[in-house]
């Protein structure tokens, strides 16, 4: 499966980047959609089973959708 670059996110979605940001091979989960940007809270490597770096907005176009969903905790459902 190829990767798309600026796919329609949902809250839950499992993101990957390649912004200068984020470390190489991490991934993260869409917490907030905000029209434009996303809130993504970062992960080492596969959320959940791996270190939290940190949260930060990003630009929907700059989020590889890897077509995986999970529902985060604490995630705003409106």
Avoid: C
Avoid at 1 to 23: D, K, L
Avoid at 50 to 73: C, R, W, Y
């Amino acid at each position: 499966m190829e990767w798309e670059r600026g796919n329609i996110m949902q809250v839950g979605s499992i993101v990957r980047t390649v912004h200068i940001a984020v470390p190489h091979g991490a991934r993260g989960i869409v917490m907030r959609i905000l029209g434009d940007m996303a809130m993504v809270t970062w992960y080492i490597g596969e959320p959940g089973a791996s270190k939290q770096l940190n949260t930060e907005p990003f630009f929907l176009v700059d989020l590889i959708d890897t077509g995986e969903h999970v529902m985060p905790a604490g995630a705003n459902l409106h």
